[in-house]
């Protein structure tokens, strides 16, 4: 039986929201649903207006996954640089929902593409960040063989977040995947060994241990439902957390 999260609210200056392009793709098989992305921005909105600096890194998962096609011969590089690609897509998309809702954004890119987006430097997007502005990552890490979960966890500790949240299609980490398995069980907090010994499919190891080593939290929870962003942060609903052992 699903018990739902009652845990003191946190107090977050900071964070990163982690936006899997799965969750963009609405109810539909894949492309980008645009009441979606409207949901996604409005929950970022209101999370932004309680004073809260929030920063996003983007899947590219609903438009063209590397790994898949490089499963059907393609070269494995060309087909994560083709990922990276579908990443700046969605992170275009974000940005136009944002800003029609008032919000001052910054699109930051790995791969360098002067026309649309900026370059990622650090100390920059931590002054954007500090400026009230929405930054939005694009592009992975800007290396093949890397996932985004990757990229949101390294670009979560250089912005020196206090927490990662990772937005999916699920309100957590299951045992198995629950659309498939009925019997498939919800986790409510998860220390990252466990994580990896049971090799639940929430992040890569990569990310996992990356958050690992530098005591970055990591928060899973369902981004479909509107206000889901903000509930979660407020301790709320259902969510998976990610931490050290006690």
Known sequence: MMTENREQSPSYKRVLLKVS??????????????VMVDTVAADIADVVASGVEVCLVVGGGNIFRGLAAAAK?????????????????????????????????????????????????????????EKGRVVIFAAGTGNPFFTTDTAAALRANEMECDALFKGTQVDGVYSADPRRNPDAQRYDRLTYLEVLARDLNVMDAAAISLARENKLPIVVFNMHAPGSFGAVMRGEGLFTKIIEAD
Request: no cysteine; charged share 25%.
């Open 21 to 34: 392009g799965e969750a963009l793709m609405g109810d539909g098989p894949s492309g980008v649903d645009p």
């Open 73 to 129: 011969g393609m070269d494995r590089a060309q087909g994560d640089y083709a990922g990276m690609l579908a990443t700046v897509i969605n992170a275009l998309m974000l940005q136009n929902a944002l800003e029609r809702r008032g919000m001052e954004t910054r699109v930051m890119t790995a791969i360098q593409m002067a026309a649309i987006a900026e370059p990622y430097i650090r100390r920059r997007a931590v002054r954007h960040m």
